[in-house]
């Protein structure tokens, strides 16, 4: 699948995913560097992948999702980037996210390769949406054309509703 980063056409690697898909695990790390595997987490889930969260779209994107995350109790949200878990620590607890899982795939890149989000010229992750019901089934999928534009936050929170 192809993309743009900051108007450059970028090939992202890794396998693209679409609705209907089950997503069998990931793995990433936890901002205290313990484990993390999406198969520890029960029930519907919305990923949101970020390049940086220490990026303006970046850092308003995942505010936004921490504010609307109350509105959606039995959803879980995860935030996936490749920041440093040091880092998203002191960013969330400098921005008060308190709704919002954030975990860092910058070990294993596992993230990256299963929802083909890598952009490799740049060693990020493109900007995407990822809606999973409670068996990891694609309900939802936006890669964002334009990593560095906002995704569409109306229609992934319209997709959560269903």
């Given at each position: 699948m192809k993309v743009t980063f900051a108007g450059n056409?970028?090939?992202?690697v890794g396998t693209e995913i679409h609705v209907g898909d089950t997503i069998v695990d990931f793995t990433a790390v936890h901002n205290d560097l313990s484990p993390f595997k999406?198969?520890?987490?029960?029930g519907k889930k919305l990923i949101v992948a970020v390049p940086s969260i220490d990026t303006s779209v970046c850092d308003a994107e995942v505010r936004r999702f921490n504010e609307e995350a109350v509105k959606f109790p039995n959803v879980t949200v995860?935030?996936?980037s490749m920041d440093?878990?040091?880092?998203?620590?002191?960013?969330?607890g400098a921005h008060g996210i308190e709704n919002v899982i954030t975990v860092s795939d910058f070990k294993d890149r596992s993230f990256a390769h299963t929802f083909g989000t890598y952009l490799?010229?740049?060693g990020l992750i493109a900007r995407s949406i990822f809606i999973l019901d409670e068996h990891n089934t694609v309900k939802y999928v936006e890669y964002?054309?334009?990593?560095?534009?906002h995704p569409d936050y109306e229609a992934a929170l319209a997709a959560l509703k269903e």
């Amino acid at each position: 699948m192809k993309v743009t980063f900051a108007g450059n056409e970028v090939n992202l690697v890794g396998t693209e995913i679409h609705v209907g898909d089950t997503i069998v695990d990931f793995t990433a790390v936890h901002n205290d560097l313990s484990p993390f595997k999406l198969s520890d987490i029960k029930g519907k889930k919305l990923i949101v992948a970020v390049p940086s969260i220490d990026t303006s779209v970046c850092d308003a994107e995942v505010r936004r999702f921490n504010e609307e995350a109350v509105k959606f109790p039995n959803v879980t949200v995860i935030t996936v980037s490749m920041d440093l878990p040091f880092a998203q620590k002191r960013w969330c607890g400098a921005h008060g996210i308190e709704n919002v899982i954030t975990v860092s795939d910058f070990k294993d890149r596992s993230f990256a390769h299963t929802f083909g989000t890598y952009l490799p010229n740049v060693g990020l992750i493109a900007r995407s949406i990822f809606i999973l019901d409670e068996h990891n089934t694609v309900k939802y999928v936006e890669y964002v054309k334009e990593v560095t534009n906002h995704p569409d936050y109306e229609a992934a929170l319209a997709a959560l509703k269903e």
